[in-house]
């Protein structure tokens, strides 16, 4: 599965659009009052969190299933907060993310659910980026 999105005009203060058979979505996007911004629409961040969230919390199930220990985690919520910051010895901004999961007492399972979640797995071990022109 490959999703496919495509941002346009001004950046952060800009579009982005969903591409694909599966409800595309097309979204303003808006800088954060935080940051200065109008606060108008959609930042980078808030999709990032939501992402994060939505596939955590189906790691999480996966693993719990899979534990046969699915009733651990039906009733889990998972709560992210992306940070947006300067990084050290780098120029530009970085990230830190912090995970809350709520309903879930079992340590080795949520362990396993970020051991198994791509975002984590992205952000511990880096991911496969590929730039180039269209």
């Known amino acids: 599965y490959t999703a496919e999105a495509t ?3 001004a950046g952060r203060n800009g579009r982005v659009q969903s591409h694909g058979e599966d409800a595309p979505l097309d979204l303003k996007l808006s800088s954060p009052k935080a940051l200065g911004g109008p606060g108008d629409g959609q930042n980078p961040e808030q999709l990032f969190a939501m992402g994060y969230a ?3 919390l189906g790691a999480l199930q996966l693993v719990a299933s899979q534990a046969g220990k ?3 985690a039906k009733e889990a919520k998972i709560h992210t907060f992306v940070h947006l910051g300067v990084p050290e010895g780098a120029q530009g901004f970085g990230i830190n993310v912090d995970i ?3 309903g879930v007492q079992d340590d080795a399972l ?4 970020h051991d198994f979640c791509p975002y984590s797995r992205a952000l511990k071990s880096g991911a496969k980026v590929t730039v180039s022109k269209a």
């Open 7 to 9: 941002a346009t005009g």
């Open 110 to 113: 949520i362990q396993a659910a």
């Open 100 to 102: 809350k999961v709520e």
């Open 54 to 56: 939505s596939c955590f």
């Open 70 to 72: 699915k009733d651990l």
